[in-house]
């Protein structure tokens, strides 16, 4: 709910621009007077002094506080060594300059761009860092009256394009942590769903939503499978962007909103079930990179596509056992369910390839515990059947700093997720690659020839990395900026 929103930019003297400090970063492996033209006058003794008195030494996550001659705040930050700066080294710096910012109770902070940083992303990433550094979850404190936000930003000398590009952004990215962070009595179903729709108002999109009878009637057994055991409605929503050439093959994303997952019959234990709040980030990123898509009206054709419920236990909820029927008509044994995502998902992606002749079919999804397991709260898992697809996936992570791991989907994984009396059964083989195995599932119902990627984001979503551009314990928002890079926005 808090974060920067204003964000300037000014190509002129930042004492111009009546802000209550000034940032700067320096290197570690070059001498001072050679890098602070602009801020020598009134900085430069201080930050000199910082250096000799080794408060400071220019390594990358490191942000201090100095004053300058005529009392000016100064942050300076770290910048590492001048041949490796990168968009990364610059949001890691503008993060930390946000968080320092909120601490210190500072209300505006004007930005110098290093003057190496003149390439656009650049911008984009010092933007980025600023106002996702600044997010902050405050919503339900009513007691504590110590709260600050950060309240404007001046960005000097970058471009002014890339800053508005990364201001967007970051502004879906912050939206979908707000509905990340907020618990499954909050951000229910009806709660995407109202969301989709006013991002869908504001920015040229229809959107759909169909309710548990609508669904279950079109034959999308698996979601109402999930949904049986919960009264608090479910909903499949639909979001179409479609201000692209008529020709022009539509991108689809498809993100899991389950917005409790307790298991179901298959019940979790008690110990951080409440982490399961979390189980609707694959809709989060749909939602954020929606969100952007609603600013930057990009002339593309882009879908959002979020299958929506609750998973509980109770005397109407589905069993292990039971056999399911999903939208492409497979049949579906729950051996667990508490495997529910891919049942929701499988309806979702058969959806999308019936209906639409896309481009590609991204789908999001807090999936498995295993890939926290493999590699984890590092990097999203990612699989699929494309290598073109995935080339430019991995590229976009490179550029973006947002880390992403392929695992393979060969047929010998496939395999595993038959079924004796069904078609496929929602589990592989026991205590084997498991997150392959929920990939391998999603497999069988995204139409042959498809380009398709899987993205195990229970790892990334949420959790501690330590970045000064997120909040400990809270949710990321990451693959957002990536699937924006990726969209070529
Ligand atoms: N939402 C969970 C996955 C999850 C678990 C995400 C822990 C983050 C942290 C998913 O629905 C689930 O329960 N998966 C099971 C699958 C298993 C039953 C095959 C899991 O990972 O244990
Ligand atoms: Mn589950
Ligand atoms: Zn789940």
Known sequence: MSHLSNVKYSSGDWRNNNTDAVAVGIYDDLNLSRQLQGVNRELGRGISNALSANLIKGKIGEVQIVIGKKGTVAFVFGLGKQAELSPETLRKGAGGVSKLCITKKINSVSFLVPKDAKESYMSQAIVEGLVLGSYQFNEYKTVDKDLFELKKAVIIGGNKKAIVKGLNIAEGVCLARDLENRPGNIATPEHLADNAKSIGRSGDMKVTILEREKFTQMGMGALAGVASGTEVPPKFIIMEYMMGPKSQ?????????????????????????????????????????????????????????????????????????????????????????????????????????????????????????????????????????????????????????????????????????????????????????????????????????????????????????????????????????????????
């Open 249 to 489: 093959k539509p991108k689809i994303l498809v993100g899991k909103g389950l917005t409790f997952d307790s298991g179901g019959i298959s019940i979790k234990p008690a110990s951080k079930m409440d982490e399961m709040k979390y189980d609707m980030c694959g809709a989060g990123v749909v939602l954020g990179v929606m969100k952007t898509v609603s600013k930057l009206k990009p002339k593309m054709n882009i879908i959002g596509i979020i299958p929506s419920t609750e998973n509980m236990s109770g005397d109407k909820a589905y069993r292990p056992g039971d056999i399911l029927t999903a939208y492409n008509g497979k049949t579906i044994e729950v051996l667990n369910t508490d495997a529910e995502g891919r049942l929701i998902l499988a309806d979702a992606l058969s959806y999308a390839s019936k209906h639409y002749n896309p481009e590609f079919i991204l789908d999001f999804a807090t999936l498995t515990g295993a890939v926290v397991v493999a590699l984890g709260h590092v990097a999203t898992g990612i699989m699929g059947t494309n290598e073109i697809l995935i080339d430019k996936i991995k590229s976009s992570s490179n550029i973006t700093g947002e880390k992403v791991w392929e695992f393979p989907l060969w047929d010998e994984y496939l395999d595993q997720v038959k079924s004796n009396i069904a078609d496929v059964k929602n589990l592989g083989a026991p205590g084997q690659a498991g997150s392959i195995a929920g990939g391998a599932f999603l497999h069988s119902f995204v139409k042959k020839d498809i380009p398709w990627c899987h993205f195990d984001i229970a790892g990334s979503a949420w959790g501690n990395k330590n970045l000064p551009y997120q909040n400990k314990g809270l949710a990321t928002g990451e693959m957002i900026r990536l699937v924006i890079d990726l969209l070529k926005i």
